[in-house]
């Protein structure tokens, strides 16, 4: 087994979950930490994930095709994205609808109806206050301006703003602090550190990446 470079291993004890690329090695086939995140970031408790892809492409044949950080199916059919994103441009309002469109394109199959569309959510877990307003989480969904209705098409998109700095013991919070932890001594969740620790410590998980 080939002996790893002294400043890979250097390199990877850096690594965070807020950077891409770790992100997608942590996550990818991992339905049960999946879950975890979403059912704290949805405050969903019986939320199921069934099936978990990173770096998932889906083409589109008229346009511009997309890469999924992460792409994920619940018990119940619904689709979730959830995206990394440390600079503000890659998070635009723009960017989320783009996705949430796309999601919509990879269920609807030809001949299709459209009562078959399930619910989607697109999730940006950003490294900045993209949307510049002070809240930990943005919950955006459309409504009827005339009576403040919800228009129930089924979409969602939600922003999680990396830089609130919020209380411990908050699990929200805490999650928001973990995705910046280098060391997962660090971390408050202990099934996520578990994870990083693998992935960073054991030579196995090292192996991995």
Do not use: W
């Not at 250097?10 to 930490?33: G, T, V, Y």
């Amino acid at each position: 087994m080939k002996k790893l470079e002294p400043k890979y291993l250097e390199a990877l004890k850096k690594f965070r979950l807020i950077d891409d690329a770790f992100f997608s090695a942590c996550f990818d086939n991992n339905e049960a930490d999946v879950q975890y995140i979403l059912r704290i970031i949805l405050e969903k408790s019986d939320l199921e994930v069934l099936k978990v892809q990173t770096q998932k492409s889906v083409e589109n044949m008229y346009g511009r095709s997309v890469r999924f950080d992460v792409f994920a199916t619940d018990k119940a059919g619904k689709l979730y994205n959830i995206e990394i994103q440390r600079s503000d441009s890659g998070a635009v309002p723009t960017r989320a609808r783009y996705n949430s469109a796309m999601l919509d394109y990879h269920k609807l199959k030809k001949k299709a109806k459209f009562n078959e569309l399930t619910e989607t959510f697109v999730i940006f877990i950003t490294e900045h206050d993209v949307l510049k307003d002070g809240e930990k989480i943005y919950h955006i969904d459309r409504i009827i301006r005339e009576t403040g209705k919800l228009f129930e098409d089924g979409t969602h998109i939600v922003y999680v703003n990396g830089s609130y700095e919020g209380e411990e013991g908050n699990q929200l919070d805490d999650l928001i602090h973990d995705f910046f932890c280098e060391n997962p001594a660090d971390m408050r969740h202990r099934q996520l550190a578990e994870r990083v620790e693998f992935l960073k410590d054991n030579k196995r998980g090292v192996r991995k990446l």
